[in-house]
């Protein structure tokens, strides 16, 4: 019941940023903890980062703290992903997530705790 639509991804250059943003149909996204994930070329899909309902708390695989910030607007069913000094191994293509409805000061960081998958955006670093 809700689908999700990334959006952001591109060419930029290492030490670069970019923002993705996550659209989310469907009313349960709100009371539902969401996240991101990434897959590199010929790799698994990985962890990256993940906020709880209301934003109250934030989960970060370590590669990525201090430089990624995972944010939402609820008001606008849109999850972000700030990211900052942007580095080749950021390569991939990059997912965003909702689980079930869980209206609880949580986050999660395993494919299995989400439902709804948006279709990816790629997010390709030069140097």
């Known amino acids: 019941q809700v689908q999700l639509e990334e959006s952001g991804g591109g060419l930029v250059q290492a030490g670069g940023s970019l923002r993705l943003s996550c659209a989310a149909s469907?009313?349960?996204?709100?009371?539902?903890?969401m996240g991101w994930f990434r897959q590199a070329p010929g790799k698994e899909r990985v962890f990256v980062a993940s906020?709880?309902?209301?934003?109250?708390?934030?989960d970060y695989v370590d590669s990525v703290k201090g430089r990624f910030t995972i944010s939402r607007d609820n008001a606008e069913n849109t999850g972000y992903l700030q990211m900052n000094s942007l580095k080749a191994e950021d390569y991939a293509v990059y997912y965003c997530?909702?689980?079930?409805?869980?209206?609880?000061?949580?986050?999660?960081?395993?494919?299995?705790?989400?439902?709804?998958w948006g279709p990816g955006t790629q997010v390709t670093v030069s140097s």
């Open positions: 997530a909702a689980s079930r409805p869980w209206p609880r000061d949580i986050t999660l960081r395993r494919e299995s705790e989400y439902t709804y």
């Open positions: 906020i709880s309902w209301n934003g109250g708390r934030t």
């Open positions: 469907g009313r349960t996204f709100s009371s539902s903890p």
